[in-house]
């Protein structure tokens, strides 16, 4: 069974030892496995003027080193991704259409689990795929899932506020392309069970729980017998994690919320993915506001607003043209570090990691972090 804990044998004053020491700890606990002599040590982030995380949240535990210790996986998140518009334009004149993700495309498919929120619908058969500046009506040529494949993308959220650009033609192609390429999604469905239904992906024996949720209440949203998406309706979310929490060792909720173009996170963003913590959730990741944002780490979990953008076309602001990924590492099911690493986009939708120590921390001071990395 995936995820099952590991045995080791431990003496008895050793397990009076870790006993005690999961009482003493601050953290509500997840099933630990594998640790014994544990101590506490500060976790390797300190916050720049950043409300959201307090420093007794920050504990972590060194691990001693044994064979019995559960194997490690790691997961990478990006923010919103548009493939269409000029960053369509881009790869017809470049003639490829993996183009956006070249130069990202080895840290991606480093990863184990590489997560993304695919901000466009394909369509099959459509005469031009051609989509003026200017127009927020999005449309891919379905040779653009190369990109997806280079990188390997492994699961995609579709809960936005574009996936029904295309009508329902649109979200029915997209799910049936994704799934011949073998992508995972969350977020959407042929109807509303199945856009609430999410997925579990396993890696290394740990079964990964993820969910999809976005913020357009409208006809967008699935219905008993209508595609959509996952709307934010908090009642049914938290069922849904509940549900999830049951068959999944990790539970990873993505939420497509907030107000664009600002770098602090709304009262309703803050409501959702702290209700999702509270329900059973270990990572709130989000984005739609096209800026990063701040990080919090709520009831010893971290919550991470806005990736910003990773592929778009938005070349008007320095905010825009930043982003960052998120690298997470997991230690059998608990997580261990969350890595921060900042991008830059050039020419209207190919980010590169940021090299430049000077351009990396503001980035990092704008989530209100003064180092990359959150040791737990």
Partial sequence: MAGRLLKIGLTAAAVMAFSLLLVSRTIPQKTVSALAGATASPAAVTA????????ADLVGQKEITSNSLPLSSSLIFGGDVMLSRVVGQKMLKYKDYSWPFQKVKDIFSAADIAVINLESPFTSGSKSYLVPTGSFSFNVDPRALSGLEIAGVDLVTLANNHFANQGEKGMKDTFELLETKGIEYVGAGNDLIAAHAGKIVEKNGVKFGFLGYGYPD???????DRAGIAGMDL????????KIRGQADAVIVLMHDGVEYTDTPSSHQREFARAMIAAGADLVVGHHPHWVQ???????????YSLGNL?????????????ALAKMDFSGREIRRLEFIPIIINDYGQPQIVTAPAQKNKILKRMGL???????
């Fill in 311 to 323: 592929v778009f076309d938005q070349m008007w602001s320095p905010e825009t043209r930043e982003g």
């Fill in 294 to 304: 701040q990080v919090e780490i709520y009831q010893g979990k971290p919550i991470i």
């Fill in 48 to 55: 720049i003027g950043n409300p959201f995380i307090n420093g």
């Fill in 235 to 242: 009642y049914l979310a938290e069922s849904d994690v509940k």
């Fill in 218 to 224: 409208d006809s967008s949203v699935a219905g008993s």
């Fill in 370 to 376: 003064s180092s990359e990395a959150i040791n737990f």
